[in-house]
């Protein structure tokens, strides 16, 4: 058992950290969450909810350093992207069934689908480095393994269909219901989607090219339902594009 070896607790605690906060954590964030790891307080080894909440709360997770320091954060993965959008925008099921297909096509969906990673080491490597990386010497980025220029494409594109149209045959829909309440006030719908999605860490430049690109299409109280949909869609979707969203931090 992983929890019985030396080397397990910093192994172990240093890839969930990598999976929930930063993939670069430092020595020090991964040894404190170790430590939980070793004894929870409670002459406990291996407590689980200790070490996700020694990992959630430790300072180097929640200083507001990190927002502004190029090496924290990680890549959302697909799955977790499309997971948020569902839990933001009030999906639901008709038909009560929930049936999603695999969505592990790179070039068409999310290079990412539940249950099917290519092996049993996971859909990337702990310690995956871009071919073409600038990042500083022992830096790494796993998530990124899944990221070429197909992969990015079939995102934007299955997201495209998939804010419109749902899924299974649009079974599988997004209400919007507190986005189309503001679709007539293009900045404070950007502001909204800022919070739900990102957490308020858009930055004030790219909102400022949503807004502007939002208002490029008038849309009123009297405008089309069509109308008013579609501006919601447009902003969703640069949201879910923008590198402010798929970077976590």
Known sequence: MVENLVVGAPFFCKQMIQRLVTSNPSPAYVQRVASVFAGNGKGIRGDLAAVWLAILVDDEARSP????????????????????????????????????????????????????????????????????????????????????????????????????????????????????????????????????LCAGQLSAATQSLFVTALNATPVTATSTDTVKKNRVYAAVLMVLASANYLIQK
């Open 65 to 196: 350093a990190g927002l502004t320091d190029p090496s924290f954060g990680k890549l959302r993965e697909p799955m977790l992207r499309f997971v948020q959008w569902a839990r933001s925008f009030g999906v639901t099921s008709s038909d009560d069934k929930w049936i999603i297909d695999d969505l592990s096509d790179p070039g068409s969906k999310l290079s990412q689908s539940p249950l099917r990673s290519p092996s049993v080491f996971n859909f990337f490597r702990p310690g995956y480095v871009p071919p073409t990386s600038s990042l500083s010497t022992g830096s790494v980025a796993p998530e990124f393994q899944l990221v070429n220029e197909g992969s990015v494409g079939g995102y934007l594109n299955f997201m495209a269909v998939v804010l419109q149209k749902g899924l299974n045959l649009q079974r599988i829909k997004a209400s919007y219901t507190d986005e189309l309440a503001l679709v007539t006030d293009a900045t404070a719908l950007v502001q909204r989607l800022n919070t739900v």
